[in-house]
């Protein structure tokens, strides 16, 4: 049944975090108008090798993270150069030094195989020690580091459309175990001038009102979503790194009336599901539109943290 295997998938897809608009609101500019950064590490595999695309000369962003920051698609191609770290350098670009970025990202990484290995294909064995190697080589180019990780830790605790608490609750203890000496790494090798912004995740369940189904684990996953949150804040605050909320961006609190594709829904139920993939597609990946908007987001902090 159709319906129903959206719940695996959006479990997956808090793991492995064109779209329409709300309320007649414009698709954000940063999608269409920005400029392009100088250059991008592109790849459209689900398991890149980090030599594959050389590195762009100058200012660079450095990303890593997991398939949000690959810009994973429907139907699994990527699409790097439109992904939410591409589209927040072409932003601060707008404002002064044109900025590349070198993007390590991939999809389906987790905490574990971030700093160990094992999920695609590093010369230096694994995301993090590649990370290191080229704030190493080019760590005076480097403006800004961006991450987002942890998502893929809960995958495995959904099975049969059940949210597995006592799961999620284990994968959330794996990235509060996890996250800290990532973000500790990270912020070590890019030196005490250099931003290290971490984001937060979006909750995509809050959609299963509009689809109709998995409402009963509706509960389930907001706990799960909010303890991943709340684990990914500590440890990036603990380690003297930027913590990027996207709740505003995805009006997690807001139940005010709107319209979405000719139903009247909550605004925070509209807003997941035109920056997801959720209400169209049955995947919570980040449409076109999501990924300007996170980029935006992410723009926003780095400003806030002197990034021009």
């Known amino acids: 049944m159709r319906r129903p295997a959206l719940l695996t998938a959006a479990l997956a897809a808090l793991a492995l975090v064109g779209g329409c608009t709300i309320g007649g609101s414009e698709p954000d500019p940063a999608a269409s108008s920005a400029p392009a950064p100088a250059s991008s590490t592109a790849s459209a595999s689900a398991s890149p090798s980090a030599s594959a695309t050389a590195a762009p000369d100058g200012p660079v962003v450095l990303a890593l993270g997991d398939s949000l920051a690959a810009g994973y698609q429907p139907g699994g ?30 999809s389906g990484e987790t905490t574990g195989t971030l700093l160990e290995g094992g999920r695609c294909d590093y010369a230096e064995g694994s995301q993090l020690a ?54 500790e790494r990270l912020r070590a090798a890019a030196g005490p001038d250099v ?16 689809l109709g189904t998995g409402e009963a684990q509706l509960d389930a996953a907001k706990t799960a979503y909010s303890g991943l949150d709340a684990a990914i804040e500590k440890a990036t605050k603990a380690a003297g790194a930027r913590y990027v909320a996207l709740d505003a961006a995805f009006a997690f609190d807001d139940e005010s009336p709107t319209t979405f594709n000719g139903r009247e829904v909550p605004t925070n139920v509209a807003q997941v599901c035109t920056l997801t993939y959720i209400c169209t597609a049955f995947d919570v990946h980040l449409t076109d539109e999501g990924a300007a908007v996170v980029g935006r987001v992410v723009a926003d902090a780095a400003r806030k943290a002197g990034v021009s």
């Open 195 to 210: 931003p290290v912004l971490v984001l937060g995740y979006y909750n995509p369940w809050l959609a299963a009102s509009y």
């Open 77 to 106: 191609s990527e699409r790097r150069d439109t992904a939410y770290p591409a589209l927040a350098a072409a932003r601060v670009s707008q404002g002064g030094t044109e900025l590349g970025v070198e993007n390590l990202a991939c």
């Open 130 to 183: 590649q990370a290191e190697a080229f704030l190493r080589e080019r760590g005076s180019d480097v403006r800004m580091v961006t991450l987002d990780i942890g998502g893929n830790d809960l995958l495995r605790c959904a099975a049969r459309l059940q949210v597995d608490a006592a799961c999620a609750e284990q994968g959330v203890r794996t990235v509060a175990k996890n996250l800290p000496t990532i973000v």
